[in-house]
């Protein structure tokens, strides 16, 4: 084959485009604190500490592997309605909430069109972004993380067509109000809500899909039902959109296992959302011995994790402490963010381990 320059053929805009920092998985964690796998408190994807139920995992034992799932998602779309009370015809599943993001970028944003994003926030939109050739507005949140409609509107113009809220916000677990979001719909852009750790807030604007075409609203099974490791997640948006998501979509976006789990989830809801009412508990007691070292302040939060700030240049170092003793927590790459770190919520054993570390080290 001859030598070629393959950046020549790769898109202009991707040869240099900042990737997503994902985590890295609990072996190769493990292995850097040089502890054995079992031993390691992964507290840095808000993952869900009981698991999934324990139906879904039985339902995942017995599913056919050979046979592609169901493109048009109806037994999933219509366990999702009788769950969301939202007509079925509103709903799009995707492979995580992650999928209808890149969806969505597909569905709208073109190269050079503008794509607002509430700083600091959850990475997926400013890389969907930046993958689709949009050009990214970053609006700071304001000094409570609260976003600040007058500074969107202002960074607004006829090339705008997107503007991303998540609530609550991840990592800072403050919820934006409904009149917020009502203010951003009448800018006639396309207003995504993601409302992935809706269980632990019980806050949510579905509703107003019904009357606002120019709504969609996200939501996972990854947090509250703790099925992160198999990809799945859903919009609600009105069937105006829905029809398109559901045409551009790969046709077998969710896989069979993933199918059958989100449906004995949803039978089995009364179980996970009781161990969503032990996150919660567990989040306010964490929230409270938090406050109580000297040199930590934590944020409120309505979601499953905890945002800790720290004194000056001391978050790195309290974070690479915890590493060392096999405990995961989530640091970001922004200077906004360079003083804090965010935890996930775990059993109460976890807090307790990871406390009782922090007082040590802060
Ligand atoms: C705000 C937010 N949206 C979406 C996701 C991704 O969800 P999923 O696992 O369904 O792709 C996450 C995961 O951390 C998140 O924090």
Not at 137 to 166: H, P, S, W
Not at 242 to 266: D, G, H, Q
Request: aromatic letters at 8%; charged letters at 25%; a negative charge.
């Amino acid at each position: 084959m001859r030598d070629f320059d393959m950046n020549m053929l790769i898109k202009p805009h991707l040869v240099s485009a900042p990737t997503y920092a994902a985590m890295e998985p609990p072996e190769i964690l493990a292995k850097k604190a040089g502890i054995s796998e079992n031993q390691i408190i992964k507290l840095n994807g808000n993952e869900n500490p009981y698991g999934a139920s324990p139906r879904a995992i039985a339902a995942v034992k017995d599913v056919p592997l050979h046979i592609y799932p169901d493109p048009k998602q109806i037994l999933i779309r219509e366990a999702l309605s009788k769950y969301t009370k939202m007509p079925m015809d509103f709903i799009v599943a995707g492979a995580g909430a992650d999928e209808l993001i890149d969806l969505i970028f597909r569905l709208f944003i073109s190269t050079g069109d503008k794509v607002l994003d509430f700083e600091p926030t959850f990475g997926m939109y400013s890389f969907g972004a930046r993958l689709a050739g949009g050009s990214l507005e970053l609006v700071q949140r304001d000094e409570n993380f609260d976003i600040d409609i007058g500074e969107a509107k202002k960074n607004c113009d006829d090339r705008t067509k997107m503007v991303f809220v998540t609530s609550p916000n991840n990592p800072t677990g403050n919820i934006a109000s409904k009149s917020d979001i009502e203010e951003l719909l009448e800018l006639n852009l396309i207003v995504v809500v993601d409302e992935a750790y809706y269980e632990f807030s019980g806050c949510t604007v579905q509703e107003l899909t019904k009357n606002h075409r120019n709504l969609i609203v996200l939501r996972t099974m990854s947090k509250w039902a703790g099925l992160a490791g198999l990809r799945v997640g859903y919009g609600i948006m009105h069937p105006d959109i829905a029809r398109y998501m559901m045409e551009i979509k790969p046709p077998y976006n969710v896989n069979v296992a993933a199918e059958v789990a989100l449906l004995a989830s949803l039978e089995d809801s009364e179980y996970l959302l009781s161990n969503v009412k032990l996150i919660i508990r567990e989040r306010d007691r964490m929230y409270n011995l938090l406050q109580e070292i000297p040199g930590v302040i934590p944020w409120p939060s309505k979601g499953n994790y905890i945002l800790c700030e720290f004194d000056e240049n001391q978050a790195q170092r309290v974070y690479e402490g915890l590493a060392s003793k096999g405990i995961f927590v989530r640091s970001f790459g922004s200077p906004r963010l360079k003083d804090f770190f965010r935890i996930a919520i775990g059993t109460p054993e976890q807090t307790d381990v990871l406390v009782k570390v922090m007082k040590e080290l802060v």
